[in-house]
């Protein structure tokens, strides 16, 4: 049962009808007996979809990361980089020195 709620009579122009006339309230109006039996209608449906929000809330609440988790993977991320850019710079300054070491023998064997 899918019932839209702003397809009610009346509901799309509030509490006045054409014209400016009151719908509601102080006398009535003589589409509001129908007005409440459509939202009468209305409410088991609405307490079905409201039960399956919540059940999708409880179960993204259960796997919803905390502060401290976030935190956990920051560090950890960080640590990730810090090693990486670590081992790139050792690797370049080792090839730089074999690079080094090969030209120096080079011009000892050219001149």
């Not at 929000?53 to 640590?79: F, N, P």
């Not at 090969?102 to 011009?107: D, G, R």
Request: glycine letters at 10%; aromatic letters at 4%; charged letters at 25%.
């Amino acid at each position: 049962m899918s019932t839209n709620i702003r397809a009610f009579p009346g509901s799309a122009r509030g509490d006045t009808g054409s014209g400016g006339s009151h719908t509601g309230g102080n006398g009535g109006g003589s589409d509001l007996e129908s007005r409440v039996a459509a939202l009468e209608k209305a409410i088991p449906d609405i307490r079905e979809r409201l039960a399956r929000v919540e059940t999708k809330l409880d179960t993204i609440e259960k796997t919803m990361a905390t502060k401290s988790d976030l935190e956990a993977v920051r560090h950890s991320i960080a640590t990730d980089v810090q090693k990486t850019v670590a081992d790139a710079t050792w690797r370049f300054v080792q090839i730089s020195v074999v690079l080094a070491g090969l030209a120096f023998t080079a011009a000892k064997f050219i001149g």
